[in-house]
Every structure is written in structure tokens, then in C-alpha cells.
């Protein structure tokens, strides 16, 4: 049976953890702690120095995640085979890109960042309710998916699009936003499975045949502005345990990248939604495609808004996963055995938040 504080790591001395189990038991989140006029962060939000950001290892602002521009994806086959070849550089030396013109209409981006900041800041008792980290539930709400060592500055309403969902369990006041806006994401995630298909030499039905948004996962965070900020983060190094990620963000900033080294913001561009390879679609494409570490960063202005919908398989898929076949040769073989989804995400549960989930697959 679940309890509320499942998830909570024990490696922690007695007191930090108790203090954690009593936050948790609140049930109000990090939201809950702002409301209450704390001007010093509790003890188990202070990260280790060494996952704090550090300014020396921060790109400079020039620096940007490339734009891939839809808007002339149907013009001519010229201006198709441009947007593949952008996008495959794209997702193979960055892992991450701004998707322009992709046709979700800009006020349902707004209404859905709308709809998710009233919820969060809307009735008490009806977040109660919800705060659960059980995954049989479908819709839930909780501060940190898990309490890890070091909790994050974050809350989040998670529902679990998985053909079981019951829209009615959805709060009502982001019920509809979220429902026309996860009909919109699958849309754009048919067009971009044919590019990514088409980016890695594959007939452009490939990726689309592989089953891989069956499952969609959307985690709707609230990020409290924090006193201090400078000793926790909103979201800690990770790479995302799906086959693609888009996120919509507000426009505050704080999700950085880790690239070659350095840290590069990912600035918010009005309209945009930010895609990213998750680790499956790392490991079918044999390496292809970058899964690449990120965080969030605790910030003193707030609260940030921001809605990550990770496209999987369905969790009962009894296919094996491993590297595309069509990918391999005697000079690319194969980086990972096959595996089923489910061992994949017992791995992913069993790992902290930073550590690689696609180590145990590794040959
Ligand atoms: C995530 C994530 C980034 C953000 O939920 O996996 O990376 O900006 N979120 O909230
Ligand atoms: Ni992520």
C-alpha cells in the first residue's frame, strides 16, 4: 500500500528526515512553505555544493538552443528535406530544440500556463486530496515525483494519459486546457516522429509504427520564487526517461543545458514549445540522437510555470526495445541489448535522479 511518504530516500540524518516527513505530511508543498512567510529554506532542500550552479560554468547568453521553424513544412520537398537536415543536427550534437510554427495555437499555450497556475494556487483542500505519489493513480499532486537526499523547489500535477485516465479526475480548473492541449502535443508529435524518422534515414512511418507516444506523461510543475536560491535547485540534473519531451515553459527562464561542458538557458521564445530526445529515443537510435542532461534553477522571482509532456511506450508494451535494426551495420553495431519497457522503467525508479538510466543496457 502506498503512504504519502513513499519515495522518501532514508539517507539523511533523523532530524533533516523528520523535518522532510513533516513537510510531506503538510501536503501543501513547497507553495505551502512560501505561504508561510519562511525566510530561510528548510535543511533538506540545500543541495551538495557540487550540483549547485556555478557561474564559471555557465555559457555565454549568445549561446542558444537551435529554433527548428515548421511554418514551411509543406511549401516544397526542398524546404522539407532542409527542416530534416535541421533537425538532425539538432537532436544529434544538442539533444534539444525550439519547435516555431508548429501549429498549437498560442492562447491555448497561454490557457494551459493559465489553468496550471490556478490550480496550483487555487483551493488547499483540493490539492490535498490529490497529494499522492501512488502511480496507480492517474491524476495526482505532490511536491518531487520522489524526496530524494536533497528535494527540489518545485510542485507538481502529474497526469498519466495512458488509455485509464478519467478526465473527471483532472482538476476542473485545467481540466479543459489540458485535454485540448494534450490532443494538440500527439498532433505535433505525428509530424515530428516523421522528421525524426526521415532524420535518421528511416521511411517516415518508422518511429510512429514503434508505439512510442502510446503513453503520454505530463508533469505540470510550479516553481515558488525561493529566499534562497542560491542553495537549492527547481529541478535537479537529469536526463528524461522518455522517447521524446516537449515542454512548455512561461516566460521567467531557468532551464539550462548541459552542453559540451557548459550550461546554456534555454530563453523562453513567446509560442514556442521546447523539444528534447529522452534516453529510448537515445537508445533505438544507437546513439544517433543525444538525450541530454538538464535542470531547472531556483530563482527569487516567481513562480515559474512550466508543462513537460513525455511521450513513451505504453508501460505494458511486451515488444523488446534495443537499438532499430535498420541502424546497424558492421561498422555501427549495436550500443544496447533489448529489453522490455517495464525493466526499463524499474530501472529508471531504482536510480536517483541523476544517474543514467541507460547504463544497465549498455553492451
Ligand atoms: C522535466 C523537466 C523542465 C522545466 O520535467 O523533466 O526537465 O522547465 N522540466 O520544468
Ligand atoms: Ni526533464
Redesign the pocket.
Known amino acids: 500500500m502506498a503512504t504519502p511518504t513513499d519515495g522518501i530516500s532514508v539517507d539523511q540524518p533523523n532530524d533533516i528526515l523528520n523535518e522532510l516527513k513533516q513537510f510531506d505530511d503538510t501536503k501543501a508543498g513547497v507553495k505551502g512553505l512560501v505561504d508561510s512567510g519562511i525566510e530561510k529554506i528548510p535543511a533538506f532542500f540545500i543541495q551538495p555544493q557540487e550540483l549547485l550552479p556555478k557561474s564559471s560554468d555557465i555559457a555565454p547568453p549568445t549561446l542558444q538552443v537551435p529554433i527548428i521553424d515548421l511554418g514551411a513544412i509543406h511549401k516544397d520537398a526542398g524546404c522539407y528535406k532542409q527542416i530534416v537536415e535541421e533537425l538532425k543536427q539538432a537532436s544529434d550534437s544538442w539533444g534539444f530544440f525550439q519547435l516555431v510554427n508548429h501549429s498549437v495555437p498560442k492562447d491555448l499555450l497561454d490557457e494551459v500556463i493559465q489553468g496550471v497556475k490556478e490550480f496550483h494556487e487555487g483551493d488547499k483542500d483540493v490539492k490535498e486530496k490529490l497529494y499522492s505519489r501512488d502511480r496507480v493513480k492517474k491524476v495526482r499532486f505532490a511536491s518531487n515525483l520522489r524526496l530524494l537526499s536533497a528535494a527540489n523547489w518545485?510542485d507538481?500535477l502529474t497526469c498519466v494519459f495512458d488509455g485509464s485516465l478519467d478526465p473527471s479526475d483532472i482538476p476542473p480548473v485545467c481540466r479543459d486546457a489540458i485535454m485540448k492541449y494534450r490532443e494538440a502535443i500527439l498532433q505535433v508529435a505525428e509530424t515530428l516522429y516523421e522528421l525524426l524518422s526521415a532524420a535518421l534515414g528511416l521511411p517516415s512511418d518508422h518511429l510512429s509504427g514503434m508505439n512510442c507516444a502510446k503513453t503520454q506523461l505530463m508533469?505540470a510543475?510550479y516553481?515558488p520564487p525561493c529566499p534562497e536560491p542560491e542553495l537549492t535547485l527547481?529541478?535537479s540534473m537529469?536526463t528524461?526517461p522518455?522517447f521524446v519531451?516537449f515542454?512548455l515553459?512561461d516566460d521567467l527562464g531557468?532551464?539550462q543545458i548541459l552542453h559540451n561542458g557548459h550550461w546554456v538557458n534555454?530563453a523562453p521564445i513567446p509560442g514556442a514549445l521546447?523539444v528534447?530526445i529522452g534516453d529510448l529515443l537515445q537508445l533505438v537510435s544507437n546513439d544517433k540522437f543525444k538525450s541530454i542532461k538538464?535542470?531547472?534553477l531556483a530563482s527569487a522571482r516567481g513562480p515559474?510555470i512550466?508543462?513537460?509532456t513525455?511521450l513513451n511506450p505504453s508501460f505494458d508494451e511486451k515488444k523488446l526495445f534495443g537499438p532499430i535494426k535498420e541502424l546497424l551495420s558492421d561498422t555501427n553495431p549495436p550500443l544496447y541489448k533489448e529489453f522490455l519497457v517495464d525493466d526499463y522503467i524499474k530501472a529508471y525508479i531504482s536510480k536517483g535522479l541523476t544517474a543514467s538510466a541507460l547504463s544497465p543496457f549498455k553492451l
Open positions: 518545485r507538481t508533469v510543475h516553481y527547481g529541478t537529469h528524461d522518455s519531451t515542454l515553459q531557468g532551464l534555454v521546447v528534447n538538464h535542470r531547472v515559474r512550466s508543462v513537460a513525455f
